[in-house]
């Protein structure tokens, strides 16, 4: 396949890189972040917008967006890893809806600040759709409340077999790398000092430590997502499990009027081991998926970013959904942070502060971390600080070899799972 060799089509869509300076040596601050992805900006953003006084840093070991943030499907949903049902039985009807809410309210949210930052970040609210294309995957889709039948489906999204779906408006399409790399800037501009090229070896209470020098700060915020792992006292937070993307080249517009997505929605299927799409602003077909292996002892490697053998069946279902043999021009992914329950969190204790473990879902779900830290922080009470995530603590994941071994056990039967249901 021939494909680039940037760390996301996104990202390379930019142009190179400037770096910020990296930190000078010792400081200190009211509040340190660590990550420059989607959680550390948006909590500077919001901390920043409450709170102008304080004094904040954000510490990047590479450049903001270089992790998750840049590399994403460009998906901002309103999605949430964990069924509501689940949220319902444990926290009740009432707090499983406020974060229904919330989520979906920060698809707006986003939109909004890129607006008001003058963020052109290709931000385009067309919902998302899920098609059913197996018998099994109908009978799913029709467990759904947001349910559509096959001729609705395949109005939005002109896939093949299509015999159903569902529906949602709470999905934008955007461009994650111009979002974050945006983000960084407004930050700034709000007077929050970024230090990239500044990799964290050690955090605890009251202080970071870098290669470069200490940061002390009375809080500390953790927004490492899927490089959780690489944190002395972290190896089992968080699973890093690796997505895989492809992008096409531009397809003429006589494609696009079979395949459909005129507004730009984002598009899956009821498979069980995940894939997502997006039409991009400049009428690409951008597509990842689930199934490249998990590392064992929670490795992060720049090489676990390319797995050919991935990236083949990504092509291969792009020409299965869609009849069609567009030309791969980009191929890359990543890592992303998966607790062990599934469940996202947000928190404050004893002076450090976390948010993550989105399962993929995060650029939405960043933002509203990002708000919720803020309030935390600052001490205000509001609806954001009574969400179910908010303190949650996931069991750590299982040592070593059983991490290995669970993981990818799940990963080969889900996709055996699947082709028994289109068999």
Not at 67 to 94: K, M, Q
Not at 195 to 202: A, F, L, M, S, Y
Not at 329 to 343: C, N, Q, V, Y
């Amino acid at each position: 396949m021939d494909a680039d060799l940037s760390p996301s089509f996104w990202l390379a869509s930019l142009g190179p890189v400037t770096r910020r300076d990296p930190l000078p040596g010792d400081t200190t601050a009211d509040v340190a972040i660590v990550g420059g992805g989607y959680t550390g900006l948006w909590t500077a953003y919001y901390l920043a917008v409450a709170a102008p006084h304080l004094r904040i840093v954000v510490l990047e070991a590479e450049y903001c967006g270089y992790g998750a943030s840049g590399r994403n499907g460009g998906w901002c949903s309103g999605l949430f890893p964990v069924p509501y049902e689940r949220l319902a039985r444990r926290y009740g009807a009432d707090r499983a809806d406020a974060m229904t809410q919330a989520l979906a309210d920060a698809v707006d949210e986003v939109g909004r600040v890129a607006a008001a930052e003058s963020i052109d970040c290709d931000y385009t609210k067309g919902g998302t759709v899920s098609l059913a294309r197996t018998p099994a995957q109908l009978r799913r889709a029709e467990a759904s409340p947001d349910f559509i039948d096959a001729a609705k489906a395949a109005a939005i999204c002109g896939a093949t077999h299509v015999l159903g779906g569902t529906y949602s408006p709470h999905c934008a399409a955007l461009h994650p790398a111009k979002l974050v790399r945006g983000l960084a800037g407004a930050v700034e501009r709000r007077g929050v000092t970024v230090h990239e090229g500044t990799r964290v070896r050690r955090i605890e209470r009251g202080r970071v430590d870098t290669e470069h020098g200490t940061v002390r700060a009375p809080t500390v915020v953790r927004a490492l997502e899927g490089y959780t792992a690489a944190l002395p006292g972290h190896r089992r937070t968080l699973a890093p499990v690796y997505s895989l993307m492809v992008a096409t080249a531009p397809l003429d517009a006589a494609t696009w009027e079979r395949i459909g997505l005129a507004r730009r929605e984002t598009f899956t299927d009821e498979r069980h081991l995940i894939v997502y799409g997006q039409r991009t602003a400049d009428d690409r077909l951008a597509f990842g998926g689930r199934g490249a292996p998990y590392h064992f002892g929670s490795r992060v490697k720049a090489g676990y970013d390319r797995d050919p053998a991935v990236f083949a069946a990504l092509r291969r279902t792009i020409t299965e959904m869609f009849g069609i043999d567009a030309p791969i021009e980009h191929a890359w992914g990543g890592p992303l942070g998966i607790p062990r329950d599934w469940m996202p969190s947000v928190g404050v204790q004893d002076g450090l502060a976390w948010s993550g473990g989105y399962v993929g879902d995060g650029v939405a779900a960043s933002n509203l971390g990002g708000r919720t830290l803020a309030d935390l922080i600052t001490g205000d009470l509001t609806v954001r600080t009574t969400l179910p995530w908010v303190g949650h603590r996931s069991r750590p994941w299982e040592p070593e070899p059983l991490r290995w071994l669970g993981i990818n056990a799940a990963l080969r039967a889900t996709a055996v799972r699947d082709a028994w249901e289109r068999r």
